[in-house]
């Protein structure tokens, strides 16, 4: 029995309930957790003309999405004291922006202390 036959027969084997077309790739949810981080950072960029510099944290919630997102307010030099702001976005479950508010500003070398 050739590998590939033999791997096949192990996979329809393996006992598992769901089945895929011959060639089909698994696909995820269309509206999973990386999706709302891009939907989350791209709402709040058009609301504020500020690029995000990160996604620092992402939780689902019963009407959607919560995501805090770190973005540049004013950049100075050295880097170390460029002024950052963490903007909490709170998404419905089509993705569409229901809330934003300014959580915190701080310089980017600051250690956070909290927790």
């Known amino acids: ?8 027969k192990r996979r329809s084997s393996s006992g ?15 509206k999973g957790p990386a999706w709302a981080m891009r939907t989350a950072a791209e709402q709040l960029t058009e609301l504020i003309g500020r690029a995000p510099e990160s996604v620092s944290a992402l939780k689902p919630t019963n009407d959607g999405w919560e995501a805090d997102v770190e973005v540049l307010e004013l950049e100075r030099v ?3 004291t460029s002024v950052m702001a963490t903007y909490r976005v709170t998404l419905d479950k089509e ?6 508010e300014r959580t915190r500003r701080y310089t980017r070398g600051q250690i956070d202390r909290r927790g």
């Open 78 to 80: 050295p880097d170390t």
């Open 95 to 100: 993705g569409d922006l229901v809330s934003y």
């Open 16 to 30: 598992g309930t769901s089945r895929r077309p011959a060639g089909e790739t698994r696909r995820r949810p269309a």
């Open 1 to 8: 029995m050739a590998a590939s036959e033999e791997h096949a």
